[in-house]
């Protein structure tokens, strides 16, 4: 049977959208590029895009539910069922995975009694796995409704889910305070964060981050003392300028850059 029209919101709730969708279009040149904030407030009422939320859209920027659909179904930002108010994303690409976060996300699976992109019975925490969270320098990382939560361990990150469930107050490793999912999407649909406090909050980037801004502007990064993951002393401090910060910055042996190492076949091609 075919689908039947997406039920309307409530006219007390379609008049507030409807204020608030106006004003996030007055600042689009061509109303279409609302879209993206647009689709944010619909999560901020019904906490995921809906029906309705889609029909609202389409509506309000003359465009089709298709159209919309496309949209929201292409960014993984926005949710397409019910979900937490605290979206715990584990960040598992290649250096958060080696350094735990394969653990803790395999953890908390069994720990919340949930799988990828699953909600506690509860509806409290929504768990996914994220492909990057584009802070490794601080791997592994979890993420909560997009506040970082940076060098977890598993005992911790199962402490946090904790915390979140019980209704306790959790501060992210830097950051603004965490609030729900759904004002969490309110705030990206543009509107202002009135939490006290929150927008002067921030988080700086790690030292690793920040090497390649240091060398642009001409400073000397501070010479790199490795330490074992068990936190113990490492055995010997190299002398300032003793180590490369990486093996691109000047020839290593078996790298092609040094001729007298050379790497891969030295024959020519058919010998």
């Known amino acids: 049977m075919p689908q039947l029209p997406a039920p309307d919101y409530p006219a007390d709730v379609r008049a507030r959208l409807e204020t608030d969708a106006k004003e996030v279009i007055a600042r689009y040149p061509d109303s279409?590029?609302?879209?993206?904030?647009?689709?944010?407030?619909?999560?901020?009422?019904?906490?995921?895009?809906?029906?309705?939320?889609?029909?609202?859209?389409?509506?309000?920027?003359?465009?089709?539910?298709?159209?919309?659909?496309?949209?929201s179904t292409f960014y993984s930002m926005?949710?397409?069922?019910?979900?937490?108010?605290?979206q715990v994303g584990v960040c598992t690409n290649t250096l958060c995975a080696v350094m735990g976060g394969d653990a803790i996300f395999d953890e908390l699976k069994q720990h919340l009694g949930v799988g990828n992109n699953e909600t506690t019975e509860d509806g409290k925490v929504t768990l996914e796995h994220i492909e990057c969270n584009a802070a490794c320098d601080f791997a592994p990382v979890v993420m909560v409704n997009w506040e970082f939560f940076d060098n977890q361990t598993v005992e911790s990150a199962k402490q946090l889910v904790d915390d979140l469930m019980a209704g306790e107050q959790v501060s992210p490793t830097r950051g603004a305070p965490l609030c729900t999912y759904k004002e969490t999407a309110r705030i990206l649909a543009g509107f202002p964060d009135e939490r006290p406090g929150a927008v002067d909050a921030t988080g700086g980037a790690g030292p690793a981050s920040l090497i390649g801004l240091?060398?642009?502007?001409?400073?000397?990064?501070?010479?790199?003392?490795?330490?074992?993951?068990?936190?113990?002393?490492?055995?010997?401090?190299?002398?300032?300028?003793?180590?490369?910060?990486?093996?691109?910055?000047?020839p290593q042996k078996?790298?092609?850059?040094?001729?007298?190492?050379?790497?891969?076949?030295?024959a020519e091609e058919g010998e």
């Open 32 to 71: 279409r590029s609302a879209l993206l904030p647009l689709l944010h407030l619909t999560q901020s009422e019904d906490g995921y895009v809906t029906r309705t939320g889609v029909r609202f859209c389409a509506e309000m920027l003359g465009l089709t539910t298709a159209e919309v659909t496309a949209v």
């Open 214 to 250: 240091k060398l642009a502007k001409g400073e000397a990064p501070p010479a790199r003392t490795p330490r074992p993951r068990d936190g113990a002393a490492p055995k010997d401090t190299p002398q300032p300028g003793s180590e490369h910060l990486s093996s691109h910055d000047a």
């Open 254 to 266: 078996t790298a092609p850059s040094d001729p007298a190492n050379p790497t891969g076949p030295v």
């Open 78 to 86: 926005y949710r397409r069922k019910p979900s937490g108010d605290y």
